[in-house]
């Protein structure tokens, strides 16, 4: 897919991850850039070509009005998230019960209202913000984690869903970027931008999984050999 000329919708577009979408986007001469967040007004927009909406993806009804008014979209940037930092079995249910609606209901309510959009369109791309931890979790990091495991799943069952009408379905992992989400982390960081930049190449490559940086290459890697070993580096043993 070439980002010349597309118009692209970004969620949790006012700051980390999102807004370098955003400014990427751009600099790659889209078309057209919607900069969708909870609170438009958090949104600071210095380009004529990027239109603010408000998407909460805890509110149906606002991911259906922008779907309603955006139907010019080719590719969409699934990035809004949450991170309650609870764990699973001492955290708060509701914190848990978040997660998940935000991570995996709330995406999946976006893509399910942009399928036609995109149909409509030619096909585009979605691309979804994983984390490296859809594969592992950490202290602290329980919910996020399997949040993230259950978006992982729904972005390889969305793909089989718009093979038919063209989409590329993408889903990029990273282990920490350094945004307000990750600041209270003591962990190395990877520039937000490029998180943008990999995608991006991605999605004019073809690619389905972008593996941004050597923690998440590291971490899938893992997967194949016995976690024994990996989980007794996360557990300090």
Do not use: C
Request: proline share 3%; hydrophobic share 50%; aromatic share 6%.
């Amino acid at each position: 897919m070439d980002i010349t000329g597309s118009v692209a919708l970004v969620t949790g577009a006012n700051r980390g991850i999102g807004r370098r979408f955003v400014d990427e986007l751009l600099d790659r001469r889209a078309e057209k850039v919607y900069a969708a967040a909870r609170r438009p007004g958090t949104v600071e927009v210095s380009d004529p070509r990027v239109e603010v909406l408000r998407l909460d993806l805890l509110d149906a009804d606002s991911v259906s009005r922008a779907a309603a008014q955006a139907r010019d979209v080719t590719l969409l940037v699934n990035n809004a998230g949450i991170a309650t930092r609870v764990d699973l079995v001492t955290g708060d249910p509701d914190a848990i019960r978040l997660e998940l609606d935000t991570h995996f209901f709330g995406t999946l309510g976006v893509i399910r209202a942009f399928t036609p959009v995109l149909a409509a369109n030619g096909g585009g791309a979605v691309v979804n913000v994983l984390s490296a931890l859809s594969w592992f979790t950490t202290a602290g990091a329980g919910a996020y984690a399997v949040a993230k495991a259950a978006a992982w799943s729904m972005t390889n069952g969305v793909r089989l869903d718009l093979a038919g009408q063209g989409t590329l379905v993408q889903g990029v992992h990273l282990g920490a970027a350094d945004t307000d989400m990750m600041a209270g982390y003591d962990v190395p960081k990877i520039d937000p931008v490029d998180v943008a930049r990999a995608s991006l190449d991605g999605v004019a490559s073809g690619a389905i999984e972008v593996l941004v940086d050597d923690a998440s290459r590291f971490v899938k890697a893992s997967l194949a050999q016995d976690p024994a070993g990996f989980y007794a580096q996360v557990l300090g043993a």
